[in-house]
């Protein structure tokens, strides 16, 4: 479904991801965790053709997409959320999620989408009205999920999701990402919470210092010494 491929992102001079492969087959949930400064929202940006590619390729469902604009690729079933939400707050809760479902085919079925996301968190939709930017953090959280939802991914990007969220949140929050899950759409998911990432992810890559430095099947990194005690405080 997705294939990275030895890529390389720089800065300016400065070398942010070195040599970088990983894969997401249909239907996964895949994790992406590591320290702070690792690189992890730098290469779910590559992918989204918002950090541009030193090296290397980006392969979607067969075609090559590696200098193809987000929003090109959005119409080709790839929907982001990214860290800190960026929702327009100053437009209803409404207003947004109708704003992921830009693309004729997401258009098409926009008030089935819509429906299914007010199901998702109904939270939501006791807030449709309301400016987006006087929700809480978890609320806003929801929306953003929401909103990329609208545009119907078959992979779904996730930038640390539970950032800054109440414990109560996190757990609803994760339960929401199962979910889209279970329905079909594969999810990338790069978060911080490692126990909770390793908990409903099917494989995981680790990032330090721009480079993968180990991956597998979550359960079992979740059981390496390495891991629990870099990563899980045990």
């Not at 970088?20 to 940006?45: F, R």
């Not at 969220?165 to 279970?182: C, D």
């Amino acid at each position: 479904m997705l294939q990275i491929e030895n890529i390389q992102v720089h800065y300016g001079a400065a070398p942010a991801l070195w040599d970088i492969s990983l894969q997401i087959n249909a239907g996964e949930l895949v994790s992406v965790i590591g320290p702070n400064g690792a690189g992890k929202t730098t290469l779910i940006h590559a992918v989204m053709g918002l950090s541009p590619l030193k090296s290397g390729r980006i392969v979607w469902e067969g075609e090559v997409v590696s200098d193809m604009p987000a929003h090109r690729l959005c119409e080709r079933g790839l929907a982001l959320v990214p860290e800190s939400r960026r929702l327009f707050t100053g437009m209803t809760v409404r207003e947004n999620l109708e704003l992921g479902a830009m693309h004729p085919a997401a258009r098409a079925v926009r008030d089935r989408t819509f429906e299914q996301v007010c199901d998702l968190f109904p939270a939501v939709r006791a807030k449709l009205g309301q400016v987006s930017g006087t929700l809480s953090g978890g609320q806003q959280q929801m929306v953003a999920i929401g909103r990329a939802m609208m545009a119907l991914p078959r992979l779904l990007l996730l930038d640390e999701p539970s950032l800054g969220l109440a414990p109560s949140i996190v757990g609803e929050m994760f339960r929401a990402i199962e979910a889209i899950h279970q329905s079909g759409t594969a999810v990338m998911l790069v978060e911080q919470n490692v126990s909770r990432a390793l908990a409903i992810s099917q494989r995981t890559y680790v990032l330090e210092n721009g480079r993968v430095v180990t991956s597998g099947v979550s359960s079992e990194l979740s059981r390496r010494d390495e891991i629990r005690k870099a990563y899980l405080g045990v």
